[in-house]
């Protein structure tokens, strides 16, 4: 239980919960290069604000900060410079400060951070609302997450670790997994980092990557599809989301064989067998992750083998991630608090009692879904390109002809009432560069994205054309720009 605040009583309902974060005088940020992964959490809790290095609103957005002047910076290798770029911006520093309240410059969340983020949040007297970074770091290594799902009692596809030599040391190590193999280093972007190998050509394409680690993980290659699940670790247990569908790999949004693109979540999108499989297993691993030190927020991959339908853990992602959009948006949250809320309530000093079995089960119902989906729609040509126009974010409709307007700015994902709507959120904006792999934006839509059969939808397919019919560009050539104005060509984990 939480450290109690003098005087603050024990929050025992949904309402109750409701009602503290309405009142809530301390300033919460949300710290990250898009405000993304927490959009609408600002409408649940008084007093908190998006941080962002990318403005996806052009300043309309009500509760947004961005500075206004770009300072010189080292080139960003990864979300955690950006971070660290915000919170030593003087127009940052002087926005916290001006918000403090009781001496107290308030509570931070980021999807990513490291020691060095730590310790500037400690100069300007934020407190972080996550685990240390090194614990997050050593949980979040792919190996890791192996040896704490066999401490919990998870499945995971049938695998090895072990440091790898050469393509014959591979194929000795990995007999017992047969010929097709997953091969996966301890951190990074599925897209960037997970690599499908059969044979010695393959391995030598990514071998450069492979051997340069001590340890990697090696599973066998099974026909399977992704799943994402959300959950969050509290002291009297751990709170499960809904389990939802995942696309991975779609060559219209990723140029990443297994690079994630989007999801979908849906009643009955799995038989009861596996929703209720993947909530006991993830509840198990929270569970797992208490021991190791661990509460708040966090998503798990699961992969369902289309053969015989066995479920697998995937990955952990110990954070907020690129799901938490469609979990704290969903019918569940809407009616009664998002998950998110949970997390803070953890780190909040304030007391509270809820039945996690009794919570968990309600959401997984039926009746307390509805459907969205969301694409991540990525630059997918091996081009270097200046953008000179950019769709805004906001609320898009799609005519008959497949052509698609804007409708009017909103921050609101749930303004999207009809079928011919979308709402999407720019990331990539006029002036940015669009090179293989760059984020141009996210499309959130009411209804499926996919078949029955994991295949992208014709509806999905019209509505990236049209998006990215949308952003006008011109070629440019490499070598003719400054080193220092680009985004790294390789790409970062952005959400």
């Known amino acids: 239980m939480p450290n109690a605040s003098k005087g603050q009583k024990t929050l025992l309902t949904v309402e109750d919960i409701k009602q503290y974060f309405k009142a809530n005088e301390m300033p919460v940020y949300f710290i990250s290069a898009t405000n993304f992964n927490l959009l609408g959490i600002d409408e649940w809790i008084s007093n908190f604000k998006f941080i962002s290095h990318i403005d996806c609103f052009d300043g309309e957005h009500p509760n947004l900060f961005s500075p206004a002047e770009e300072l010189p910076h080292d080139e960003f290798s990864c979300m955690e410079d950006i971070n660290n770029y915000l919170l030593q911006h003087p127009e940052v520093k002087n926005f916290i400060r001006s918000r403090?309240?009781?001496?107290?410059?308030?509570?931070?969340?980021?999807?990513?951070?490291?020691?060095?983020?730590?310790?500037?949040?400690?100069?300007?007297?934020?407190?972080?609302?996550?685990?240390?970074?090194?614990?997050?770091?050593?949980?979040?290594?792919?190996?890791?997450?192996?040896?704490?799902?066999?401490?919990?009692?998870?499945?995971?596809?049938?695998?090895?670790?072990?440091?790898?030599?050469s393509y014959t040391h591979l194929q000795h190590i990995s007999a017992h997994l047969g010929n097709d193999l997953v091969v996966q280093t301890p951190f990074g972007d599925s897209g960037h980092t997970t690599f499908f190998i059969s044979t010695a050509g393959e391995f030598d394409h990514y071998a450069e990557e492979i051997l340069k680690e001590k340890e990697v993980k090696i599973m066998k290659r099974i026909n399977c599809f992704g799943t994402a699940i959300e959950g969050c670790v509290t002291k009297q247990g751990t709170l499960v989301a809904p389990l939802m569908t995942e696309l991975v790999g779609f060559k219209e949004l990723t140029p990443y064989k297994g690079g994630w693109c989007g999801n979908e979540i849906f009643p009955n999108a799995f038989n009861e067998d596996i929703r209720e499989k993947a909530k006991r297993y993830t509840a198990k691993f929270g569970d797992q992750l208490l021991k190791e030190g661990y509460k708040g927020y966090f998503e798990l991959d699961f992969l369902i083998d289309k053969d015989n339908s066995e479920i697998y853990l995937g990955e952990l992602n110990p954070r907020i991630?690129?799901?938490?959009?469609?979990?704290?948006?969903?019918?569940?949250?809407?009616?009664?608090?998002?998950?998110?809320?949970?997390?803070?309530?953890?780190?909040?000093?304030?007391?509270?009692?809820?039945?996690?079995?009794?919570?968990?089960?309600?959401?997984?119902?039926?009746?307390?879904?509805?459907?969205?989906?969301?694409?991540?729609?990525?630059?997918?040509?091996?081009?270097?390109?200046?953008?000179?126009?950019?769709?805004?974010?906001?609320?898009?409709?799609?005519?008959?002809?497949?052509?698609?307007?804007?409708?009017?700015?909103?921050?609101?994902?749930?303004?999207?009432?009809?079928?011919?709507?979308?709402?999407?959120?720019?990331?990539?904006?006029?002036?940015?560069?669009?090179?293989?792999?760059?984020?141009?934006?996210?499309?959130?839509?009411?209804?499926?994205?996919?078949?029955?059969?994991?295949?992208?939808?014709?509806r999905g397919k019209r509505w990236i054309r049209a998006i990215r019919s949308h952003y006008k560009s011109h070629m440019i050539e490499a070598d003719i720009l400054d080193e220092n104005d680009l985004i790294n060509s390789e790409g970062f984990k952005m959400m």
């Open 100 to 165: 403090s309240k009781n001496g107290k410059a308030g509570k931070a969340v980021f999807l990513m951070f490291n020691e060095r983020t730590e310790q500037l949040c400690a100069e300007l007297g934020l407190d972080i609302c996550f685990p240390s970074s090194q614990l997050r770091a050593f949980l979040d290594n792919k190996v890791n997450t192996n040896r704490i799902a066999e401490k919990a009692g998870v499945a995971c596809v049938p695998y090895v670790l072990s440091p790898v030599e």
């Open 321 to 458: 991630s690129g799901v938490s959009s469609l979990t704290n948006h969903s019918k569940f949250a809407m009616e009664e608090v998002p998950l998110f809320l949970y997390h803070l309530l953890e780190w909040m000093e304030v007391p509270y009692e809820i039945n996690v079995a009794e919570l968990s089960n309600r959401w997984t119902q039926a009746e307390n879904m509805d459907s969205w989906s969301q694409l991540v729609i990525k630059h997918t040509r091996k081009t270097l390109e200046l953008a000179i126009k950019a769709p805004a974010s906001g609320i898009w409709e799609m005519k008959m002809n497949g052509h698609i307007a804007y409708k009017k700015m909103d921050a609101h994902r749930q303004s999207v009432v009809q079928d011919t709507e979308a709402f999407y959120l720019q990331i990539t904006q006029k002036d940015g560069y669009l090179y293989e792999g760059a984020d141009l934006g996210i499309l959130v839509m009411r209804g499926r994205l996919m078949s029955n059969d994991f295949e992208l939808s014709e």
